[in-house]
């Protein structure tokens, strides 16, 4: 069975970065999809970023694209998320996620990934 782990989170200054971890255990790591979702206090858990299998392919969401990175090695089973100038409302618990088959245009939707992790918690405020 897969499981996730993410880490990195931490409290910063707004401007500030932090790289978020996601470690998969339990099978092939290149045969999933994978996704960073978050969930601030009060509000719905929203998609960040998605990367294919191989990481040819990547996504983000409009609010976080020109300064969020997803990358992954799965020779390491690791996945990464490098935020830089972070404010305020990106301050949530970020979840890691995996799915197999293809991640596609709707990749922003959670019903497509399988497996998910427990969380790390984000903030930025000061």
């Known amino acids: 069975q897969v499981r996730l782990v993410e880490s990195g989170g931490d409290s910063v200054q707004p401007g500030g970065s932090l790289r978020l971890s996601c470690e998969l255990s339990?099978?092939?790591?290149?045969?999933?999809?994978m996704g960073w979702f978050r969930q601030a206090p009060g509000k719905e858990r929203e998609a960040v970023a998605g990367?294919?299998?191989?990481?040819?392919?990547?996504h983000l969401a409009d609010s976080v694209k020109d300064r969020f990175f997803i990358s992954r090695v799965n020779t390491e089973k690791l996945m990464f998320l490098d935020m830089r100038d972070l404010q305020a409302e990106d301050t949530g618990r970020y979840y890691c996620?995996?799915?197999?088959?293809?991640?596609?245009?709707?990749?922003?939707?959670?019903?497509?990934?399988?497996?998910w992790g427990q969380g790390t918690q984000v903030g930025a405020s000061s």
């Open positions: 990367i294919t299998q191989t990481g040819a392919g990547t």
């Open positions: 339990g099978d092939i790591m290149r045969d999933y999809f």
């Open positions: 996620a995996a799915g197999r088959g293809w991640l596609g245009e709707d990749w922003y939707s959670e019903a497509k990934y399988s497996d």
